[in-house]
């Protein structure tokens, strides 16, 4: 059964930094892409960021670039997402995925070409 768990969301004030984390088990987690979407209120899902399954390629949103950093570590099954420089807009649940398929830049299409997400970690930015 796989398994993505996301955790460090929290409130913080613009300007701030948060760091989110995501673990995942029950699938081979090197043999996978990995991306973060989030949703804000009234608004569709956004993938903001992905990468390949060796961490060598990674994406960004124009929403995001510049200011959050994805990485990975394959021997913890591990996903990162640094966020510096906050805004109110980037409030949001913040959801860690999964995809078999590495499909480039088009990684960032559409949270559902991704084949497995966890119950996502709130991020909440104070103006």
């Known amino acids: 059964q796989v398994q993505v768990e996301e955790s460090g969301g929290g409130l913080v004030q613009a300007g701030g930094s948060l760091k989110l984390s995501c673990k995942v088990s029950?699938?081979?987690?090197?043999?996978?892409?990995m991306g973060w979407f989030r949703q804000a209120p009234g608004k569709e899902r956004e993938v903001i960021s992905c990468t390949s399954r060796e961490g060598r390629l990674s994406f960004y949103a124009d929403s995001v670039k510049g200011r959050f950093a994805i990485s990975r570590d394959n021997a913890k099954h591990a996903l990162y997402l640094q966020m510096d420089g906050l805004k109110p807009e980037d409030t949001a649940m913040y959801y860690c995925a999964a995809d078999e398929t590495w499909s480039g830049s088009a990684c960032l299409d559409s949270f559902r070409q991704y084949d497995y997400w966890g119950q996502g970690t709130q991020v909440t930015v104070s103006s």
């Open positions: 029950g699938l081979r987690y090197h043999d996978y892409a």
